[in-house]
C-alpha cells in the first residue's frame, strides 16, 4: 500500500474467525411463574430459540428447553364427629368448611393441600313406641317389657355416637266382663254368633291401640216363672189395698225386671175369728185362776192365736151351792148299821161329794 507520504506501506492482517455458536439451555420454572427469555416471556413448557450477539459480535443461537413444574394438589376429604377437631398442619379446626395450606415441594414450587372437612352432628333422637302386653321390645343390647323411657348409644355409618331415647309405652291388653240377660225364646247377638243357652262365652276384638282385647259374656236366661205366693190373712184383713173375709184365689201376668213374662199365682187364706166357749163348774166358795165365786160369772178373753188373728175365749162360771142333808136312823139296841153295832143314840157327821163335786154334809 502507499502511505500518505508516498511510500510504500506493509499492511499484515492478523485475522481471527470467531466461531458462531448454537447451544441448549433447559430450565424450569414453577407453574404461575413466567420466564423471561430473549425479547420473550415464557410460562408453559416448550423448547424456545433466540439468536444471541455474542461479546464477539456474533450469531449465537440459544435453545431454552423450559420445563415448568406444575402446582402439587392434594386433596383431603376428612370427616370427624362433633365435638371432635381435626389436626390440619398445625391448624386445630372443629367446623365443616374446605381449607388450604400452601407446602414447598421438592423442586421449590408450591404444594397446595385442599381439606374437605365435614363435621357430623351427634344426634340426640326421641323415639315413642308401642307394644301389647306380654310383648317384647328389642332395643340396643335389651329385651323390655314394661313401660319407660330406655337410652342406647348407637353409632351412625359416619361412625358418630347417636343417643336414642326410646320411650316405651305397653298398652294394656283389656279383658272386659259382660252380663247379659236374654227372656226364654230369645236370641243374644255375641259377636258374630247368636246365643240362645245361658253360659260363659269369649271373644277377641283388636283395641284401637292394635292390641287383642278379650270380651268374657255371663249369659243369663231368665225362663217364663209361675210363682205361687200363700198369703195367710185373719178375717178381713186387707191385703195389696183390698179387705178379705174369704179364701180367695188370685192370678196376675206380670213383667220382671228383666222384661221377661211371669205368671204370679197368689192365693189368699182368709182365717175365721175363732170363738172358744169353756164351762166351769165350781162350788160355792171355789177359787178359778185365784179368784174366788159365789155365784155364776162370764169371762172374756182375746187371745192371739199362731196365725197372728184373734181368738175370743168365753169362760161360763157356773157356781153350785153346797148342801146340808139330815138323815134319821131308829135302830134298835144292839142292831149293827153300816157294820156297827149302836146301843144309844149318836149323831155323826159325814160328808160326800155331789156330781158337781160339792160338799154334801150327812148327819
Given at each position: 500500500?502507499?502511505?500518505?507520504?508516498?511510500?510504500?506501506?506493509?499492511?499484515?492482517?492478523?485475522?481471527?474467525?470467531?466461531?458462531?455458536?448454537?447451544?441448549?439451555?433447559?430450565?424450569?420454572?414453577?407453574?404461575?411463574?413466567?420466564?423471561?427469555?430473549?425479547?420473550?416471556?415464557?410460562?408453559?413448557?416448550?423448547?424456545?430459540?433466540?439468536?444471541?450477539?455474542?461479546?464477539?459480535?456474533?450469531?449465537?443461537?440459544?435453545?431454552?428447553?423450559?420445563?415448568?413444574?406444575?402446582?402439587?394438589?392434594?386433596?383431603?376429604?376428612?370427616?370427624?364427629?362433633?365435638?371432635?377437631?381435626?389436626?390440619?398442619?398445625?391448624?386445630?379446626?372443629?367446623?365443616?368448611?374446605?381449607?388450604?395450606?400452601?407446602?414447598?415441594?421438592?423442586?421449590?414450587?408450591?404444594?397446595?393441600?385442599?381439606?374437605?372437612?365435614?363435621?357430623?352432628?351427634?344426634?340426640?333422637?326421641?323415639?315413642?313406641?308401642?307394644?301389647?302386653?306380654?310383648?317384647?321390645?328389642?332395643?340396643?343390647?335389651?329385651?323390655?317389657?314394661?313401660?319407660?323411657?330406655?337410652?342406647?348409644?348407637?353409632?351412625?355409618?359416619?361412625?358418630?355416637?347417636?343417643?336414642?331415647?326410646?320411650?316405651?309405652?305397653?298398652?294394656?291388653?283389656?279383658?272386659?266382663?259382660?252380663?247379659?240377660?236374654?227372656?226364654?225364646?230369645?236370641?243374644?247377638?255375641?259377636?258374630?254368633?247368636?246365643?240362645?243357652?245361658?253360659?260363659?262365652?269369649?271373644?277377641?276384638?283388636?283395641?284401637?291401640?292394635?292390641?287383642?282385647?278379650?270380651?268374657?259374656?255371663?249369659?243369663?236366661?231368665?225362663?217364663?216363672?209361675?210363682?205361687?205366693?200363700?198369703?195367710?190373712?185373719?178375717?178381713?184383713?186387707?191385703?195389696?189395698?183390698?179387705?178379705?173375709?174369704?179364701?180367695?184365689y188370685l192370678n196376675q201376668y206380670l213383667t220382671n225386671i228383666y222384661g221377661c213374662d211371669s205368671i204370679v199365682n197368689t192365693n189368699i187364706y182368709v182365717s175365721l175369728e175363732e170363738e172358744t166357749v169353756f164351762e166351769i163348774d165350781?162350788?160355792?166358795?171355789?177359787?178359778?185362776?185365784?179368784?174366788?165365786?159365789?155365784?155364776?160369772?162370764?169371762?172374756?178373753?182375746?187371745?192371739?192365736?199362731?196365725?197372728?188373728?184373734?181368738?175370743?175365749?168365753?169362760?161360763?162360771?157356773n157356781v153350785h151351792p153346797n148342801y146340808e142333808t139330815t138323815e134319821i136312823i131308829s135302830l134298835c139296841t144292839g142292831t149293827p148299821y153300816q157294820g156297827i153295832v149302836y146301843q144309844n143314840d149318836t149323831i155323826f157327821i159325814d160328808?160326800?161329794?155331789?156330781?158337781?163335786?160339792?160338799?154334801?154334809?150327812?148327819?
Amino acid at each position: 500500500m502507499t502511505a500518505e507520504n508516498g511510500c510504500d506501506s506493509t499492511v499484515i492482517i492478523d485475522l481471527l474467525v470467531n466461531p458462531t455458536y448454537e447451544l441448549s439451555h433447559p430450565d424450569t420454572i414453577c407453574f404461575g411463574e413466567n420466564y423471561a427469555f430473549g425479547n420473550g416471556t415464557f410460562s408453559t413448557s416448550g423448547t424456545y430459540s433466540f439468536t444471541f450477539s455474542t461479546i464477539n459480535g456474533c450469531d449465537s443461537l440459544v435453545h431454552l428447553i423450559l420445563e415448568v413444574d406444575s402446582a402439587i394438589t392434594t386433596n383431603l376429604v376428612e370427616e370427624i364427629c362433633d365435638g371432635e377437631s381435626y389436626n390440619f398442619n398445625g391448624e386445630i379446626i372443629s367446623t365443616t368448611g374446605q381449607y388450604i395450606d400452601t407446602l414447598t415441594a421438592a423442586n421449590n414450587c408450591d404444594s397446595f393441600v385442599m381439606l374437605d372437612l365435614t363435621v357430623y352432628p351427634l344426634y340426640e333422637i326421641f323415639h315413642p313406641d308401642t307394644i301389647c302386653e306380654g310383648e317384647n321390645y328389642s332395643f340396643g343390647n335389651d329385651i323390655y317389657t314394661t313401660s319407660g323411657t330406655y337410652s342406647y348409644t348407637f353409632q351412625t355409618m359416619n361412625g358418630c355416637d347417636s343417643l336414642v331415647h326410646l320411650e316405651l309405652i305397653v298398652n294394656d291388653t283389656f279383658i272386659v266382663n259382660l252380663e247379659a240377660f236374654i227372656c226364654e225364646g230369645e236370641t243374644y247377638k255375641f259377636g258374630s254368633n247368636g246365643l240362645t243357652q245361658a253360659g260363659i262365652y269369649t271373644d277377641s276384638l283388636t283395641a284401637i291401640s292394635g292390641c287383642d282385647s278379650l270380651i268374657v259374656l255371663n249369659l243369663t236366661v231368665i225362663e217364663s216363672t209361675n210363682e205361687t205366693i200363700n198369703v195367710d190373712l185373719c178375717y178381713g184383713e186387707f191385703y195389696q189395698g183390698s179387705a178379705y173375709y174369704q179364701t180367695s184365689y188370685l192370678n196376675q201376668y206380670l213383667t220382671n225386671i228383666y222384661g221377661c213374662d211371669s205368671i204370679v199365682n197368689t192365693n189368699i187364706y182368709v182365717s175365721l175369728e175363732e170363738e172358744t166357749v169353756f164351762e166351769i163348774d165350781l162350788c160355792e166358795g171355789e177359787s178359778f185362776e185365784n179368784i174366788t165365786y159365789t155365784q155364776d160369772a162370764i169371762l172374756v178373753d182375746s187371745l192371739i192365736t199362731i196365725n197372728g188373728c184373734d181368738s175370743i175365749i168365753i169362760t161360763n162360771i157356773n157356781v153350785h151351792p153346797n148342801y146340808e142333808t139330815t138323815e134319821i136312823i131308829s135302830l134298835c139296841t144292839g142292831t149293827p148299821y153300816q157294820g156297827i153295832v149302836y146301843q144309844n143314840d149318836t149323831i155323826f157327821i159325814d160328808n160326800f161329794q155331789s156330781e158337781w163335786g160339792l160338799s154334801l154334809i150327812h148327819i
